[in-house]
């Protein structure tokens, strides 16, 4: 609206400057002779002049006259419209900032110096610039931008953590917590604080307590959720541990190498017991596993000769490699009934286990995963294992019996040799494949399989015939 505005006072300016142009050129006023001129010429011009322009009163002629009060009409027009542009603008305006509450706290009182059609004068003063230094930012919202980062990166200076040391630990101090470093204490029995510098203690690092020549006992309190890998690792007269209830993790090798370590309680929150986290400790005998236990990891209880352990936890889905390799004494009656996985020696050499009984989620297992195991009696596996690996269950002298659900498709080299007490097998028909000495020095006498069953000579403790087909 303002170019329109523009547009029309400029038409009627440039209207006005070409008649204002022909009249005074009819008055000689422009392009007139030199003053040599004869006095005939000039006054003939005057009298034409007098007798076609000019009017009485020294107005200019009609024609003229009725051309300027166009010209002035429209102007009047353009400034009309233009006025009510500006007031419907000045209206809006309003309407905006009332309808937007300040963000400083403080209101603006609205400016009284201004002219008729809503805008200020020259001389008008912008009441902000009093109460908001925004006023005279290039860019005001950029500037307060980098002040928030700049104070976001001033917090960020305040909050960095501090390496401390006391007389018995290094940590490290954050904004709302303590992680020890590293116990430089000498005492036989320490009860762990559950604040340093009053921030409560979260977290013990990776080796903190590891090799320790005096530590006999141990209580963490219950400020902790997390211990790290090697926590106590080689600590060579550690006998007892307290773990809080509110452990969540336990990493790999915490208590590696305690070979005095008598008795732990793993709380319910732990899911996972990291690699060797109990790696040869000999001596210890009462082991009570968390019920939210899902994985055992490799050598996790390796050589834990004297474990008493008659049970491992119902959610418990994976055992890996050598995860119980040696445990003697470790007399297992229940198994976990969602179960899927069975590593390598995983209870290799657990000659005190008597039943094994694997549930139907079974979809793995290791070679060798119960080699050695003089005590087994009785074996059952439910449909959903395919394949019994290379000597799962070679010199499980005292097995009696076994029978294989319909799942079995293969049964590995050596998978039951030296079973020797093994006197009934039952194999079913969709098994496809019998490793060489799967059955060797096994008592048996009769068996039928598939006549398509791929097997060796001595698969069997005894030649196979017709009659041994389906």
């Known amino acids: 609206m303002e170019k329109l505005f523009w547009g029309m006072v400029g038409g009627c300016t440039a209207a006005f400057a070409i008649l204002l142009c022909m009249y005074l050129n009819k008055a000689g006023i422009i392009g007139a002779e030199p003053e040599t001129v004869t006095t005939e010429v000039v006054s003939e011009t005057e009298t034409d002049t007098e007798e076609g322009l000019l009017v009485d009163n020294g107005e200019f002629p009609s024609e003229i006259q009725s051309m300027i009060k166009d010209s002035q ?259 297992l009656t229940k198994w976990p009934s969602d179960l899927e996985v069975i590593g390598e020696s995983a209870f290799e050499g657990c000659t005190a286990i008597t039943d094994v009984n694997l549930p139907s989620t079974m979809r793995t297992m290791g070679e060798s995963a119960f080699m050695g195991c003089t005590g087994m009696q009785t074996l059952g596996i439910k449909s959903g294992l395919e394949a019994i690996p290379e000597t799962a269950f070679a010199g499980c002298a005292s097995i009696t019996e076994v029978t294989f659900p319909k799942s079995i498709i293969s049964i590995g080299d050596g998978a039951f040799t030296g079973c020797k007490a093994l006197a009934s097998v039952s194999i079913p028909k969709n098994t496809l494949s019998i490793g060489a000495s799967a059955f060797a020095d096994c008592t048996f006498t009769e068996v039928t399989i598939n006549s398509k069953c791929s097997y060796q000579t001595n698969s069997f403790p005894f030649a196979i015939t017709d009659k041994n087909y389906y």
């Open 73 to 331: 009409d429209n102007y009047a027009e353009a400034m009309k419209v233009f006025e009510e542009e500006s007031a419907e603008d000045a209206s809006r305006e309003a309407a905006e900032t009332v309808g937007t509450k300040p963000t400083t706290g403080s209101t603006t009182a609205p400016s009284t110096n201004t002219s008729g059609n809503g805008h200020k004068t020259n001389g008008s003063v912008d009441s902000n610039r009093n109460d908001n230094h925004e006023f005279f930012l290039e860019n005001p919202s950029e500037e307060i931008s980098e002040e928030t980062s700049e104070a976001e990166e001033s917090s960020t200076a305040e909050a960095k953590p501090e390496e401390k040391k006391n007389s018995e630990f290094e940590y490290t101090l954050y904004a709302d917590h303590v992680t020890i470093k590293k116990y430089v204490g000498t005492a036989s029995t320490l009860d762990i604080p559950d604040t340093i510098d009053d921030q409560p203690v979260t977290e013990i690092r990776d080796s903190a307590f590891a090799s320790s020549k005096t530590l006999v006992r141990v209580y963490i309190p219950e400020s902790v959720t997390t211990l790290g890998k090697n926590v106590f690792k080689s600590s060579e007269l550690l006998v007892d541990v307290s773990l809080p209830d509110s452990l969540t993790e336990m990493g790999e090798g915490i208590f590696d190498g305690c070979s005095k370590l008598a008795r732990i309680t793993v709380p319910d929150g732990v899911t996972r017991i990291g690699k060797k986290a109990f790696n040869e400790c000999e001596n210890l005998r009462t082991v009570k596993l968390g019920s939210d236990i899902e994985i055992i990891e490799e050598q996790a209880f390796n050589n834990c000769v004297k474990m008493e352990l008659t049970k491992l936890p119902s959610s418990l889905k994976r055992v890996e490699k050598e995860a119980f390799v040696g445990c003697t004494a470790m007399a």
